[in-house]
């Protein structure tokens, strides 16, 4: 008989706890709920939308974003905390709180902890060219590489063969 699965209760958090600083300067914590089921599947629906239009550079199913529910991604991602925090919060702290909450919703709590960490700044999401060049450094393979000898050529030159000229004239 297979493993018995733990209680949803258990282990899944049903809401988003965001800190968020208002217009007056209190820092409040808005507590997100899950989306019905039926919000969830329209923002996954939009999202994964989105994500087509933006790989493939074709304009959108219009059948798909005639929905008006559909088109206020922002309400169903923060369901009842949306009058408060669209009346409390500036602008690009409510985007950051919703698309947060939206990265929850499709993906997991990691990614949108991430998402939120960063400020919503994409340059923040992945690692800079020189984070993944001082990681591959770093990697105890690059540096077994490095001090490895590498093996002589085999391809039946002589070690006294004169070298090639790429042309005449040339120095």
Not at 34 to 63: C, F, N, Q
Not at 86 to 109: C, G, H, N, Q
Not at 128 to 152: F, L, M, P, V
């Amino acid at each position: 008989m297979g493993a018995a699965f733990e209680a949803l209760d258990d282990f899944f958090d049903d809401y988003l706890e965001l800190p968020v600083k208002g217009k007056d300067g209190v820092q409040r914590i808005y507590r997100i709920p899950s989306p019905p089921a039926e919000d969830g599947l329209r923002v996954e629906k939009i999202t994964t939308l989105a994500a087509r239009v933006m790989a493939t550079g074709t304009a959108p199913d219009t059948d798909a974003l005639d929905d008006a529910e559909e088109l206020d991604l922002y309400r169903m991602c923060l369901s009842e905390t949306y009058e408060p925090l669209l009346a409390e919060v500036p602008w690009s702290r409510f985007k950051l709180a919703a698309l947060t909450a939206m990265y929850w919703i499709t993906a997991d709590r990691e990614t949108a902890h991430t998402y939120w960490a960063a400020g919503g700044d994409p340059s923040l999401l992945a690692p800079n060219r020189a984070a993944r060049r001082q990681h591959r450094h770093d990697s105890s393979e690059s540096a077994a590489a490095n001090t490895t000898r590498s093996r002589g050529s085999t391809s039946g030159t002589k070690a006294g063969s004169p070298r090639r000229s790429k042309g005449k004239g040339r120095r």
